[in-house]
């Protein structure tokens, strides 16, 4: 008789990670409890223009694997110029990099 000792002892995986993702600098503010919150980012556009996000509001944040990496996903959107645009931040605590997917790209 098995007692489920041991079974789904692994993360769940995502599979792969299929977003087009593009390299960042990221500024965080991490909390006493160690909650990492993202304030500001800055991004290389295709002409080689950097820009800055600030005023980050974060929807959703999760830990997840995809194909047996851990990364903090992070679901956010700003506001500029009266224009909202959502995006998802990437954390690759391995790697200490993080990397951003624009949504409806």
Same mark, same amino acid.
């Given at each position: 008789? $098995?007692?489920?000792?041991? @079974?789904?002892? &692994?993360? %769940?995986?995502?599979?792969? *990670?299929?977003?087009? *993702?593009? &390299?960042?600098?990221?500024?965080?503010?991490? =909390? $006493? @409890? !160690?909650?990492?919150? %993202? /304030?500001?980012? #800055?991004?290389?556009? !295709?002409?080689?223009?950097?820009? $800055?996000? =600030?005023?980050?509001?974060? /929807? #959703? &944040?999760?830990? #997840?694997?995809?194909?047996?990496?851990?990364?903090?996903?992070?679901?956010?959107? =700003?506001?500029?110029?009266?224009?909202? +645009? &959502?995006?998802?931040? +990437? +954390? +690759? %605590?391995?790697?200490?990099?993080? #990397?951003? $997917?624009?949504?409806?790209?």
């Amino acid at each position: 008789m $098995s007692m489920g000792i041991g @079974t789904n002892a &692994q993360n %769940p995986d995502e599979g792969e *990670l299929t977003r087009e *993702l593009e &390299q960042i600098a990221c500024g965080v503010w991490f =909390t $006493s @409890t !160690g909650r990492t919150i %993202p /304030q500001m980012v #800055k991004y290389q556009d !295709g002409e080689g223009l950097i820009h $800055s996000i =600030t005023h980050i509001q974060v /929807q #959703k &944040q999760a830990e #997840k694997y995809y194909c047996g990496i851990a990364i903090q996903e992070f679901c956010c959107s =700003t506001i500029v110029e009266n224009q909202e +645009y &959502q995006f998802r931040l +990437y +954390y +690759y %605590p391995q790697a200490h990099c993080w #990397k951003i $997917s624009w949504e409806g790209e």
